[in-house]
């Protein structure tokens, strides 16, 4: 399996423009996480599925974001309209049992920049 | 106060040195503790995990566990370059899928 597969790797847009992150997880995996990395709060959960149910979006920052597993394999994070302090890398990560006690496989993360 | 602290200071040692990095948490109920790997623009990868209280070894690879301190430990013996990245401690209840993480020691091992 090649892994948890994000796209794109890396993204810049203005300010107020619509911005869609996509997310592979691993095959089998029937958990899928959608975290945010910054230097100021590092590793932040955003929201997390499970068979493609979105069970807790409570990390989510606020209504521009929004979560939408459709089918077992791809996953998206949209930010509308985007602002400044969304520049952030974002990670998709899979687990075939949760995280709670085994192991959360990260993507590559999308590097993403708001001017 | 933060539910789990980590001093995201970086840390250069000499090849061969010991690492030793640590995390302090304030929520009791955390029974899961793990330690995650990142190298520089990748994603993290899990390094180790212990349940409860006390001390797993893996290579040259020891975590520690207190409990009562609410305290977690990273050890790395016979540090090689290769070790260089930044560990993330995380932690999280048992069955809980909201992973609490630290902010990241990078750590940079000199040949």
């Known amino acids: 399996d090649a892994g948890v597969i994000q796209s794109p790797r890396h993204e810049v847009t203005e300010m107020g423009q619509e911005v869609t992150l996509r997310c592979k997880p691993i095959?089998?995996?029937?958990?899928l996480f959608w975290y945010r990395q910054t230097m100021m709060r590092g590793l932040e959960l955003l929201i997390y599925?499970?068979?493609?149910?979105?069970?807790?979006d409570s990390g989510m920052p606020e209504d521009r974001f929004s979560a939408k597993m459709p089918n077992a394999s791809f996953s998206t994070l949209k930010i509308q309209p985007s602002e400044p302090r969304d520049s952030a890398v974002y990670f998709c990560?899979?687990?075939?049992?949760?995280?709670?006690?085994?192991?959360?496989?990260f993507g590559q993360g999308t590097r993403l920049t708001v001017v | 106060q933060k539910e789990v602290e980590q001093d995201p200071g970086p840390l250069s040692v000499p090849e061969g040195a010991i690492v030793s990095l640590n995390c302090t948490y304030s929520?009791?109920?955390?029974?899961?503790f793990m330690w995650y790997r990142q190298y520089s623009r990748k994603g993290p990868e899990l390094l180790m995990y212990?349940?409860?209280?006390g001390n797993k070894e893996d290579g040259r690879f020891t975590a520690q566990v207190d409990k009562s301190s609410k305290y977690i430990s990273l050890f790395i013996r016979d540090s090689q370059p290769s070790d260089s990245a930044t560990y993330l401690c995380?932690?999280?209840?048992?069955?809980?899928?909201?992973?609490?993480f630290g902010k990241g020691n990078q750590v940079v091992v000199i040949p």
């Open positions: 995380a932690m999280t209840p048992y069955g809980n899928n909201r992973l609490a």
């Open positions: 929520n009791s109920a955390f029974q899961y």
């Open positions: 212990t349940y409860s209280s």
């Open positions: 095959s089998g995996h029937d958990y």
């Open positions: 990560a899979s687990s075939p049992y949760g995280t709670g006690g085994t192991e959360a496989f």
């Open positions: 599925f499970n068979n493609n149910v979105p069970i807790d």
